[in-house]
C-alpha cells in the first residue's frame, strides 16, 4: 500500500473525469467515475483512446479528489492511457481507498503492478499479438494476481484467439481470477469469438463494449 509522505508526487496530468456506466470488465453495467490520467507507453494497433497518448491538464490529488465526489458515485476506476506510467498514481489509488471507493485500475499489463494498494481490483491485460505490443507483457505480474483482480485480453483475430486460448491452459490463468476475452471492434465478431469459447470450453467471460452499445464511439463515455 502506497501512502502519500513529503516526497510522494502529489499531481497527476489528467485527460478527464466523467460520471458514466462502466463498459468493462465485471464491473460492466455499473455507474462509475472514470479518471482517465494521461499518458501511455504502448501503442496498441487497436487503441481507441489515443487522445489519452497527450495534452492533459495537471490536477492536484486534493482536486482529483474532489471532482470524483462531486459525482456521488460509489465505484472508482482509474484509467488511461496507462495510469501507473504515472508515479501518482498509486497515491491516488490509496487515497481512492481511503475514502470509502470500491476502486478499479484498468492497465496494460506492462508495468509493474506489485505496488498497487491490495483493496484495489486490477484489470489486467494481456496482449495478442494483433496489438502489436504482445513483447510488452511482464509476465511476473501474474503472480501478483487473486481472486478479486480480471485479466483481459481483446482480439483481433483467429490468431490473436489461439494465442490467448494456449497462454490460459498453458498458464492456467482461470485459477488466478476471472479472465475476460473481448473483440476489437470491426475486426472479430462477438458470435464468432462465442463460437470459439464455447467449441473450446474456455473458463472465460466474453465480454462486448456495453458503453458503445449505447453510446457509440464517443470519448467521454
Not at 486534493?62 to 462531486?70: I, P
Not at 504482445?134 to 484467439?161: G, S, T
Not at 463460437?195 to 472465460?204: H, N, Q, S
Request: charged share 20%; glycine share 8%; with cysteine.
Amino acid at each position: 500500500m502506497t501512502r502519500p509522505t513529503p516526497s510522494t508526487p502529489t499531481r497527476l496530468r489528467v485527460t478527464e473525469i466523467f460520471h458514466s456506466i462502466q463498459g468493462e470488465s465485471i464491473r460492466a453495467g455499473l455507474p462509475t467515475v472514470f479518471i482517465r490520467l494521461t499518458g501511455c507507453p504502448l501503442r496498441c494497433t487497436w487503441c481507441d483512446t489515443e487522445y489519452a497518448f497527450t495534452g492533459g491538464h495537471w490536477m492536484s490529488l486534493a482536486q482529483v479528489l474532489m471532482e470524483t465526489a462531486r459525482h456521488g458515485t460509489r465505484h472508482v476506476c482509474v484509467t488511461g492511457g496507462e495510469p501507473l506510467a504515472q508515479k501518482a498514481c498509486l497515491p491516488l489509488l490509496t487515497a481512492l481507498c481511503d475514502a470509502g471507493y470500491s476502486v478499479s485500475l484498468e492497465t496494460s499489463g506492462a508495468l509493474d503492478i506489485g505496488a498497487v494498494d491490495a483493496r484495489v481490483s486490477r484489470v489486467m491485460d494481456l496482449k495478442a499479438p494483433g496489438s502489436g505490443e504482445e513483447h510488452r507483457n511482464r509476465w511476473e505480474n501474474l503472480a501478483c494476481l487473486n481472486p478479486h483482480d480480471e485479466i483481459k485480453i481483446v482480439l483481433a483475430n483467429a490468431v490473436d484467439y489461439a494465442w490467448a486460448r494456449d497462454v490460459i491452459q498453458a498458464r492456467r490463468l482461470d485459477a488466478l481470477c476471472p479472465i475476460i476475452l473481448s473483440v476489437v471492434q470491426g475486426q472479430l465478431a462477438p458470435a464468432m469469438l462465442a463460437e470459439w469459447i464455447l467449441r473450446d470450453r474456455l473458463p472465460v467471460r466474453l465480454q462486448v463494449q456495453l458503453h458503445k452499445v449505447i453510446w457509440g464511439s464517443v470519448p467521454g463515455r
